[in-house]
Structure formats: C-alpha cells, structure tokens
C-alpha cells in the first residue's frame, strides 16, 4: 500500500508508481521559525508579566491563547498543507493530490502531456528544488508546481514517459 499519493488499489492494471513525493522541505522553513519565535514570545512574556498580581493569570491565559492561536495559524495549517500535498508519477498518469479537510486530486494522462519544461532560481539550484511545468491537451490544462523536490530527476523521469507514452510504452518496453 503507498503511503502517499495514490494508494495501489486505486491503480489501474499494468500501471505502477515511479516517483511519489511532497513539495520540498523548503515549504517548512517558516512554519518551523514561527514555532520557534512565538515560543520564545511566550516564555518572554511569562517572565514580564509581573508575579503575585491580581491579574497574572488573566494575563497568561491571554498570552497563551493569543501563542496557540497562532502557532495553528503560522505553523500547523502550512505543515499540514505540506504534508497532505502530494505529487504521483506513475506509469500511465501524473497525479496531484491537495486539501487538508476536503481532498482535491487532479490526473494529467501521459499521453495528454504536450511538453515538460522546469524553472529554477539561485536557492532553489542550491537546495535541489524549482517549479515543474505540464503542459497538457487535457481539460486540466497545464500545471504549474512549485518547490519539486529533487526536480531534475522529476523532469527527465516524466519526460521520459511522456515519450514512452506517445510511442505506446511502458517503462521502456
């Protein structure tokens, strides 16, 4: 059973998973520094307000639910938008699959793909990430994803099936 993207009862016969991934870890990189400031704002506030007074626990029960508030908004909605996006390749398709609550999933068939081509900046070069673009004949239209992992060996991996694909192949053969 796959973990993530999509599940292998939910393939289609002769079809099989290549490259399943998350967007990069990049996408985590403010989530974690809004954990790590609105802890130290917390305990912060903890040591100024002042002990003994009337008002000190009102005070804390303030800060901490202003803290909380926060964090779910800052850090827990983007990991968890982070963690349920999820990118498919397989044999036959390119699947992307997205939502927290609800579930959005979208297919691009192989066959439909007219071009693939990817952009990356200065950081992202460094970090192995950029942006995948799928142009496709399909209703989809083409699809833009940004922060792709890894997306050199994401790019030539769908290219190459694309190509398989419109010479009527499967992995190659």
């Known amino acids: ?31 974690v520094l809004a954990v790590v400031i609105l ?11 002042p002990g003994g007074e ?3 626990g009102y005070a804390r029960i303030a800060v901490t ?3 909380v508030i ?10 968890l ?4 996006t999820s990118y498919t390749l397989t044999t036959h398709r390119f699947s992307i699959s997205t939502g927290i609550l609800n579930k959005s999933q979208d297919d691009i068939p192989l ?3 007219s071009s693939v081509s990817s952009d990356q900046r200065l950081l992202e070069r460094i970090l192995g990430c950029g942006t995948l673009v799928v142009e496709s004949a399909s209703d989809t239209g083409d699809l833009r994803l940004t922060d792709v992992p890894r997306i050199q060996l994401v790019r030539s991996e769908l290219f190459r099936l694309v190509e398989d694909a419109a010479d009527g192949q499967v992995d190659g053969r």
Not at 39 to 49: P, S
Not at 72 to 78: E, I, Q, S, T
Request: hydrophobic share 55%; proline share 8%; aromatic share 12%.
């Open 111 to 113: 066959a439909k793909v």
């Open 39 to 49: 802890l130290a704002a917390l305990v912060t506030a903890f040591l100024l307000i």
């Open 65 to 67: 639910a202003v803290v």
């Open 81 to 84: 938008r982070w963690v349920t």
């Open 54 to 56: 009337p008002y000190t």
């Open 70 to 79: 926060l964090l779910v908004w800052w850090a827990l909605v983007p990991y």
């Open 1 to 31: 059973m796959c973990r993530m993207g999509i599940p292998e009862h939910h393939l289609t016969e002769g079809e099989r998973v290549v490259h399943s991934f998350h967007p990069h870890w990049k996408r985590l990189v403010r989530p």
